[in-house]
Every structure is written in C-alpha cells, then in structure tokens.
C-alpha cells in the first residue's frame, strides 16, 4: 500500500514537472507579439 501511495505520488510529481517545461518550452517558442488569454 505505502508503495504504490509513494508511486502515484512520483507520477504525480514527473507529470507537474513536465507540464512546467512543456509551458515554459511553448511560451518561449511563441511569439513575443503573441499573447496567451490565461498565462502561467
């Protein structure tokens, strides 16, 4: 049970992570002119 609690929450914690790059990777791929409705 402790097992599988501490690996949901590393899948938890891979999946933010690569969510913040995967924003921060396209926010600096856009275009400075281009504007997001809701930034992170």
Do not use: H, N
């Not at 690569?18 to 275009?31: C, H, K, P, R």
């Amino acid at each position: 049970m402790v097992l599988l609690y501490l690996l949901g929450w590393m899948l938890i914690s891979m999946r933010t992570r690569l969510d913040t790059y995967v924003a921060l990777l396209e926010g600096s791929i856009q275009e400075p002119e281009q504007s997001q409705p809701a930034p992170l």
